[in-house]
């Protein structure tokens, strides 16, 4: 009865079995090692000094979400005011509303694959039908038009995510608008993740919620990735008013509202110096140049990653269990990434390699890959049975 269908996350189960062991190097986390800059913590010590720590609103606080409507105009061309703006406990339960407003039991989503794993688990809860399509490295990991144009029939939503997770691909300025313009020709709505939209090492970021032409796409943002906030539990999410009003009402049934601490912390990160993004984007770019030379080097580089703090490893072909080749390499090497699958059948053969840890760690990562990688592909063991 208390099955949810939901499964485990690969990655959890990587971080629970690295608890149990000393000296682990890790670079499974999907968070920046980066503190919360130290301003935005001084704001929120001094807010909760004789602050009224009560409920907000559900919709988040209207100072915020009018500070989220003047970023949202000024960094990505969007205006739809402050009453199209919700704050929420993180973009993930951004996600969550977005898709509980939108769908109803039976409704298609086309989901990326390989993709975040919460896109799947969500689209599970609200009981959807899910489609995935398929990003690969051949296409630099950018949606195929055909293939959206093919699931797209009868579905409901479209969920985008760039720079995406885990692939680090960022998507062409023409990937976004076929994507868009698929979509849009099926009626589908569209949920744009834009969490890493800072997060960028080469080229630029294009929004598809910029490019919205009519109102149909839900851009999901967060304060988690680019100002290193993901205990504090803020992001937002920008779509057309009925949207806004139905997630609202998601938000009041799931959270009431997002944390007053935590939309004080937010004020602060917009009001205060902007190049502690730049300066954290330096450090992973240079992590990632290392990154991409090591495994470049050993013929493990799956894609060069462009956005985000991640860096996809082939290390096996389709018939490589990646959850056990993560747990072997956890083992014996002490060594902790996310095994391909987790992100769905398309990350076969992979595994994700955080760029949040020093490159001494990336460096002593791709070692012990390379030498796991060599023994599963001599059949010592990590294949499937
Ligand atoms: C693609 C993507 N979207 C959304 C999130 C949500 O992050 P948060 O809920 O901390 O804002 C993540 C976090 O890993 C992510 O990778």
Known sequence: VTDTGLGRSGIREVMDLAASLDG?????????????PLHVVEAVQRALTGGQVKYTLSRGEPELRELIAAKLEAVNGISRGADGVVVTPGGTAAVFGALSALVRPGDAVLLPDPGWPT????????????????????????????????LARGARVLVLNTPSNPTG???????????????????????????YEQIVLDGSHTSATALDPDGRVIGIFSFSKDYAMTGWRIGYLTARRDVVEAVVRVQEAAAACPSWPGQRAAVAALTGPQHVIGDMVDEYRRRRDVA??????????????????????????VELDTYEFARRLLQEERIAVAPGETFGPGGAGLVRLSLASPPEAIAAGVEALE????????GEDGRRG
């Open 24 to 36: 682990v190097v890790h670079l499974e986390l999907g968070e920046p090692d980066f503190p919360t």
């Open 169 to 195: 691909a960022v998507f062409s300025p023409s990937a976004v608008e076929s994507a868009l313009e698929v979509a849009l020709r099926h009626g589908l709505d569209v949920i744009s993740d834009e969490v």
């Open 292 to 317: 991409v030379e090591l495994l470049d080097r050993v013929d493990l580089l799956a894609a060069r990653p462009r956005g985000t703090f991640y860096v996809l490893a082939r290390v096996g072909g």
């Open 371 to 378: 030498r796991v990688t060599a023994a599963a592909a001599s």
């Open 119 to 150: 896109f799947e688990m969500v689209a599970r809860l609200v009981s959807a039908e899910i489609r995935r399509y398929r990003l690969t490295a051949d296409r630099n990991f950018e949606p195929d038009p055909d293939e959206l144009d093919r």
